[in-house]
């Protein structure tokens, strides 16, 4: 299969520890974004890079979040000093971007990180 | 406020029946996307839209971009209990960089009963 992947698929964890999410995209996708859901919501944009860079951050991110995608190849999401409200799912995409490939901005999902902070 | 309002919330229809979803916003999107979400997994892509007026067939699924760029609707002909699951829009806003965030919808939960 080679879909985007994500590891660990269920993190159940205390408040105030930190956790490490990581996420290999489609090999020949040089984005990679993250989302998070909550239930009954869509996915809210957290950040996206292309290839190593970090392009975008959204103002939703607070300073205890951080990403990383150090080879333009799989990402890692951490959350430090973990609070309740960080119970989500965490969703990681990848697309091929082009200026060819003009308005087409088809993000592929993979199967998510489900965050239980206790 | 949500920039994508989608509607309704719930849908439960029996099988066989026709439904239509509803995806709305007062902002012109470049693109527009459709997936499909089963419970603990990540969106499935559908389809992407991104003329005005334009409709795309998948099988049983016809989807239509308004002409403004502003809305877009799922149809659903002869639903089957394989189609039950959140059906989510999600959309590049016209004015940011191309191929960046996604805004998404809060989605319609569909259950299709046999």
């Known amino acids: 299969d080679t879909g985007v992947s994500q590891n660990p698929r269920h993190k159940i964890t205390k408040r105030g520890q930190n956790v490490t999410f990581r996420c290999d995209p489609i090999?020949?996708?040089?984005?990679l974004y993250w989302y998070r859901q909550t239930l009954g919501q869509g996915p809210e944009f957290l950040t996206y890079?292309?290839?190593?860079?970090?392009?975008?951050k959204s103002r939703l991110l607070s300073d205890r979040f951080s990403a990383e995608r150090p080879k333009g190849s799989f990402s890692t999401l951490e959350i430090q000093r973990t609070e309740q409200g960080d119970s989500a799912m965490y969703l990681c995409a990848s697309s091929f971007f082009s200026l060819a490939g003009g308005l087409y901005n088809e993000q592929f999902f993979g199967p998510g990180t489900r965050l239980t902070v206790l | 406020t949500q920039l994508l309002e989608q509607s309704p919330q719930f849908l439960s229809i029996q099988e066989g029946e026709n439904l239509t979803v509803y995806c709305n916003s007062s902002s012109v999107f470049s693109s527009l996307q459709w997936y499909r979400q089963e419970p603990g997994e990540g969106p499935v892509l559908l389809v992407t839209v991104v003329t005005g007026g334009e409709v795309k067939k998948l099988k049983r699924l016809t989807f239509q971009f308004g002409d403004a760029r502003k809305d877009s609707s799922l149809h659903i002909t002869a639903a089957q209990p394989g189609d039950t699951g959140l059906y989510l829009c999600a959309g590049g806003l016209k004015g940011e960089t191309s191929g960046s965030r996604l805004t998404f919808g809060e989605g319609t939960q569909l259950t299709v009963n046999p």
């Open positions: 090999s020949e996708h040089n984005r």
């Open positions: 890079f292309q290839n190593e860079a970090q392009l975008e």
